[in-house]
């Protein structure tokens, strides 16, 4: 129940603050700035954890790391992210460097904005998290075959939900250096296996480069996708089926029976 309120950190060559196991800590109108590190804030097993207010510009890789709730029993972890500021994230990692990194189970990001972003926005991993009434302009600026709100690779994600947020010039930038995208930039993907998603609300204005759509689904069943809108995408939706073959070796790499024994030793 520890909370800090105004503080500033900047100038920092690593992490900037880490906190574990921590229930009910509050970071309230806090700035940081030009933070090094993989994270700027690190936060692990912080269940009622909030981060309200302030915001975080300027950082090599990662702004938040966030890990809160139970996969195993689907405990939530009640963790909140909300009305934050997100600029220049990953200045010095321009891939795989979200501004949030949300692992668990069970919590929440909502009116946030995220601006100038070189790679994901948001990267989700685990289940029943919302995405709610954030804006995400001019994301994902260099990262190609990626997402603004990007999940992957485990089938035992499920539950999460993406809604009414806007997504605008998603892969858009003004350095002339920036290299149209290989395969495709969208604002919201689900890569290889991920299902029981529900997407609805959403606003997408420029929000499609390349083969994918606004929304980009690879491989996974039972999405919900309802009630959104596009604007000057050139796809509204693309979706990649898997058939019976694929799916079958999949089930059959090591990688993913790793990942499902994992999760059954939780």
């Given at each position: 129940?520890?909370?800090?309120?105004?503080?500033?950190?900047?100038?920092?060559?690593?992490?900037?603050?880490?906190?574990?196991?921590?229930?009910?800590?509050?970071?309230?109108?806090?700035?940081?700035a030009e933070i090094g590190g993989s994270s700027a804030i690190e936060l692990v097993d912080c269940p009622?954890?909030?981060?309200?207010?302030?915001?975080?510009?300027?950082?090599?890789?990662?702004?938040?790391?966030?890990?809160?709730?139970?996969?195993?029993?689907?405990?939530?972890?009640?963790?909140?992210?909300?009305?934050?500021?997100?600029?220049?994230?990953?200045?010095?990692?321009?891939?795989?460097?979200?501004?949030?990194?949300?692992?668990?189970?069970?919590?929440?990001?909502?009116?946030?904005?995220?601006?100038?972003?070189?790679?994901?926005?948001?990267?989700?991993?685990?289940?029943?998290?919302?995405?709610?009434?954030?804006?995400?302009?001019?994301?994902?600026?260099?990262?190609?075959?990626?997402?603004?709100?990007?999940?992957?690779?485990?089938?035992?994600?499920?539950?999460?939900?993406?809604?009414?947020?806007?997504?605008?010039?998603?892969?858009?930038?003004?350095?002339?250096?920036?290299?149209?995208?290989?395969?495709?930039?969208?604002?919201?993907?689900?890569?290889?296996?991920?299902?029981?998603?529900?997407?609805?609300?959403?606003?997408?204005?420029?929000?499609?480069?390349?083969?994918?759509?606004?929304?980009?689904?690879?491989?996974?069943?039972?999405?919900?996708?309802?009630?959104?809108?596009?604007?000057?995408?050139?796809?509204?939706?693309?979706?990649?089926?898997?058939?019976?073959?694929?799916?079958?070796?999949?089930?059959?790499?090591?990688?993913?029976?790793?990942?499902?024994?994992?999760?059954?030793?939780?």
């Amino acid at each position: 129940n520890l909370t800090l309120r105004n503080a500033t950190f900047a100038g920092i060559r690593g992490t900037a603050l880490k906190a574990l196991h921590c229930p009910g800590l509050r970071l309230v109108d806090c700035t940081f700035a030009e933070i090094g590190g993989s994270s700027a804030i690190e936060l692990v097993d912080c269940p009622g954890l909030s981060i309200e207010g302030g915001s975080v510009s300027d950082v090599s890789e990662r702004a938040v790391q966030l890990l809160a709730g139970d996969r195993k029993s689907l405990e939530p972890g009640r963790a909140q992210i909300r009305n934050v500021r997100f600029r220049n994230i990953g200045v010095i990692a321009h891939t795989y460097a979200p501004a949030i990194l949300l692992e668990g189970c069970g919590n929440t990001v909502e009116g946030c904005s995220f601006r100038e972003t070189p790679s994901s926005a948001i990267r989700l991993e685990g289940n029943n998290h919302s995405v709610l009434s954030n804006s995400f302009v001019n994301c994902l600026q260099r990262s190609d075959d990626q997402g603004v709100i990007d999940i992957w690779g485990d089938p035992s994600y499920r539950g999460n939900r993406i809604s009414s947020n806007l997504f605008r010039d998603v892969g858009h930038s003004s350095e002339e250096s920036a290299a149209p995208p290989a395969l495709g930039r969208c604002a919201i993907r689900l890569d290889d296996l991920i299902g029981y998603t529900q997407i609805d609300g959403n606003r997408f204005e420029r929000a499609s480069q390349g083969r994918f759509g606004a929304i980009q689904i690879n491989g996974g069943g039972h999405n919900t996708i309802t009630g959104n809108s596009y604007l000057e995408c050139p796809i509204a939706i693309s979706i990649q089926r898997w058939n019976a073959d694929r799916w079958d070796r999949t089930f059959r790499e090591p990688r993913t029976r790793d990942i499902l024994c994992k999760q059954i030793s939780l």
